[in-house]
C-alpha cells in the first residue's frame, strides 16, 4: 500500500501561492513605479493612457478597453492630461458621441523624458534578478495564465 501523501493546508496549494505571490509582486512593481512616479505628478493610469496613445489617436472607448486597470475612469483622466495639455479631445461632428483623443508634442516629449526616468528606476530593481530567458519564461505563463 502506497504512503498516504501529506495533507496540505489552504496556504500550501501550489495555485494559492502563485496566486499570492503575483498579486505581491504586482503591488511591489506599482509601488517602485509610482516611486518613479512621483516628482512628475502623473499617475500610472494617466501614463498608461499616454501610453496607449502614443500608438495613434483612439476614441475614449479604445482607450478604456486597453487600460491595465480595467476600472479606471477613463474621461476623468484624460480630462486630467488635457489640463496638462499632453492630450487634445475632438468631439466627431457625426457622432457627437464619439470623442476622439491624440497625444500631443508636449505629452510625446513627457513620454520621451520619462521614459528614460523608467528605464533607469526600473533597472535597479530587475538587474540580476532574472535572466532574459527565465523573464521570457515568466511572461509566457503568464500569459497562458490569462487566457
Known sequence: MPPEKPIR???????????????????????????????????EQQLNVLFILKKGP?????????????????????????????????????????????????GLSFLEKIETKLKEGHHCYYENKLSEEEFLLLADLLDKLRK
Open 9 to 43: 493546508t489552504e496556504e500550501e496549494l501550489p495555485w494559492k501561492r502563485a496566486v499570492t505571490n503575483i498579486l505581491k509582486t504586482g503591488y511591489w512593481i506599482s509601488d517602485r513605479l509610482n516611486d518613479t512616479l512621483k516628482p512628475f505628478d502623473i499617475s
Open 58 to 106: 483612439a476614441n475614449l472607448c479604445d482607450v478604456q478597453e486597453q487600460m491595465f486597470h480595467k476600472m479606471s475612469n477613463a474621461t476623468r483622466l484624460v480630462e486630467k492630461l488635457r489640463l496638462k495639455g499632453f492630450v487634445t479631445r475632438e468631439t466627431d461632428e457625426d457622432n457627437r458621441r464619439r470623442v476622439d483623443i491624440a497625444i500631443t508634442k508636449k
